[in-house]
């Protein structure tokens, strides 16, 4: 619930602290983030909303900044650029306090603790911002195990250190989760690495991310963790199958999988011009099947399912279905709204640092884009409370 006027106001005369900060504009972006994955990390516990307010000098007075609807959309945007993992809850509006119009930005602790803002962990001391240290990194942790944790969070009971694959956990996801001087300077063990970015509880049990994201066997824990795909000659399921394949492993094996068969599937006509020159078009677009099968691996439901992802490629079209309908907030908006709501935070974070997520909330725009581009027709969604299924028809 959004902050009174009246606690805006006391906050607003108060000093700075780990809870309020005051900026006269926005004049750097980059700060702005660092602010955010402070509040949202709430170290100090206060379970309450940190606020920053834009167009108020330090001492609180008036900064004579103009806030407009340019200025709102900015810091609303500093939240879903894929900088902040995993993204917090915030709200962004404009206000009038003691007689001044102020933005200001509602941040609310996250139940995800640690937040990092480009692989960094920034918390608020009092009114100083600065990197967790392990000390403060360990009490975060130690809180997320105590709230109410999104599946992908959750240890899973049975599962060890034994169970990851460690190697591929230094060697490909490490680096990408982590900026290399963090790295360097942190001189933590594979083990707090691990607990720091939820890939295993602070106690050393593997979380369900954890499993299928460097899991050995992800299968054996979370059965329905693969994907179906199934490529027939025709316009039904009674046609003749012409390949089927079962994608699964750990998660950047099957993104680079899908990827490769996403590719040799779709088909280029090759019209030439007047000018004799070669104009190449394909019956899909690369990019809209791409963001099409990452959101589903992203946003599907693993808990309480044994159901796969199933890309079913017909000669007129492709469908993807994903195991779970519209989650948190996109459960109660029009679907594609641009709303955009997190039901395994974790491996949305993790696909945003491989570099399969380009923004979050991008995706079904930038499928609509890439589909009018190649002169497509616009994807068909089916949505409900089990699945959400998405069928691109083709272009030839």
């Known amino acids: 619930m959004a902050l009174s006027v009246d606690a805006l106001t006391a906050l607003l005369a108060d000093l700075e602290s780990d809870r309020v ?49 340019k200025l709102l959309q900015d810091l609303a945007s500093c939240r879903d650029q894929g900088n902040i993992l995993p993204p917090p809850s915030m709200t962004v509006r404009k206000i009038r306090l003691n007689g001044q119009d102020v933005a200001v930005v509602e941040v609310q602790p996250s139940n995800s603790p640690p937040v990092r803002y480009k692989g960094q962990i920034w918390i608020r001391v009092g009114p100083r911002r600065g990197v967790a240290n392990a000390e403060d990194e360990r009490m975060l942790n130690e809180r ?20 990851l694959d460690l190697q591929l956990f230094t060697s490909t996801l490490l680096p990408s989760l982590v900026p290399p001087a963090v790295l360097a300077e942190n001189g933590r063990s594979i083990e707090q690495r691990l607990a720091a970015l939820r890939l295993t509880s602070p106690d050393a049990v593997p979380t369900a991310a954890g499993l299928l994201a460097i899991g050995r066997e992800p299968l054996q824990w979370i059965p329905g963790a693969y994907i179906q795909f199934l490529r ?31 590719t040799i599937n779709i088909s280029t006509s090759i019209d030439f011009t007047s000018s004799a020159t070669e ?80 923004r979050f909330g991008a995706g079904i725009p930038i499928t609509k884009k890439s589909l009018a581009d190649n002169g497509s027709p616009l994807p068909i969604f089916e949505v409900n409370p089990s699945y959400v299924g998405v069928t691109i028809g083709s272009r030839l």
């Open 21 to 69: 900060e005051r900026k006269a504009g926005l004049f750097d972006k980059d700060m702005v983030g660092k602010i955010i994955c402070a509040f949202a990390n709430d170290l100090a516990g206060h379970a309450a909303p940190g606020v920053l307010f834009i167009g108020v000098t330090d001492d609180g007075n008036h900064a004579d900044t103009d806030i407009n609807d």
């Open 144 to 163: 997320r195990r105590s709230l109410d944790l999104p599946f992908d969070s959750r240890p899973v009971p049975g599962a060890t250190l034994d169970d």
């Open 232 to 262: 027939v000659d025709g316009d039904d399921l009674a046609s003749p199958i012409k390949d089927e394949k079962r994608i699964d492993g750990p998660l950047s094996t099957v993104l680079r999988q899908l990827d490769e068969i996403l």
């Open 279 to 358: 104009a190449r078009t394909p019956d899909y677009p690369l990019a809209a099947l791409q963001q099409v099968v990452r959101n589903a691996v992203m946003h599907r439901s693993y808990e309480n399912t044994n159901s796969p992802i199933r890309i079913t490629w017909y000669e007129d079209r492709v469908e993807v279905v994903s195991p779970g309908g519209p989650f948190g907030i996109v459960a109660n908006s029009p679907f594609g709204s641009g709303l955009t709501d997190y039901r395994n935070p974790t491996l949305a974070e993790i696909m945003r640092s491989l570099g399969y997520v380009q």
